[in-house]
């Protein structure tokens, strides 16, 4: 059984668990840390990852680290902690925060900005995503300073470019017309 499946699996189990407490937002929010927290810790990483460091030594690490977290996260901790699974944390996590987007009807946009998004700049983005979807989005934001400026917005399969670049190339034509 693959890495993903296992952990698509572990995530519904979760999911429905949370749902039924109703407390599915309180632990996709869990789950939304720890894929930020792994993903930008290598060390945090490796040691889940780890062969020779015990379930129990892993167990206790979480728990302090994500200390404060739902009672579902803490049983998704215990079960990845029997079958000795901890290496597939993020991913499930993952897995957990698409299965709840998906759930409420949330489609995902990302935002390439030349340089980390700001808030001013977020809301002319939301502004825009209002009148592409009609749905709820999740903005995920890409930096590429290649874009120069603006921003270019891709939801589904629908994309907007506001980006200098874009801006520059259109010049460019018009003037080599």
């Not at 030349?114 to 825009?128: Q, R, S």
């Not at 979807?133 to 290649?146: Q, R």
Request: aromatic share 6%.
């Amino acid at each position: 059984m693959g890495m993903s499946r296992a952990a698509i699996r572990y995530a519904k189990a979760i999911l429905d668990t949370a749902v039924a407490s109703g407390n599915a937002t309180g632990v996709n929010n869990d789950m939304l840390l720890i894929v930020s927290t792994v993903n930008e810790n290598a060390e945090l990483s490796e040691f889940l990852a780890s062969p020779i460091i015990t379930s129990e030594v892993k167990m206790n690490a979480l728990k302090e680290v994500f200390s404060g977290v739902q009672s579902e996260t803490i049983s998704l901790f215990r079960l990845l902690q029997e079958n000795k699974r901890f290496e597939i944390l993020a991913t499930i996590a993952a897995q957990f925060n698409a299965l709840f987007d998906e759930m409420n009807g949330v489609e995902k946009a990302t935002v390439t900005t030349a340089f980390p998004i700001t808030a001013d700049l977020e809301a002319k983005v939301l502004a825009k995503v209002a009148t592409i979807s009609n749905k709820k989005v999740s903005i995920e934001n890409i930096v590429d300073p290649s874009i120069i400026g603006g921003f270019v917005l891709r939801i589904g399969d629908k994309q907007y470019n506001a980006s200098v670049a874009n801006r520059l190339q259109e010049l460019r034509r018009e003037f080599s017309n």
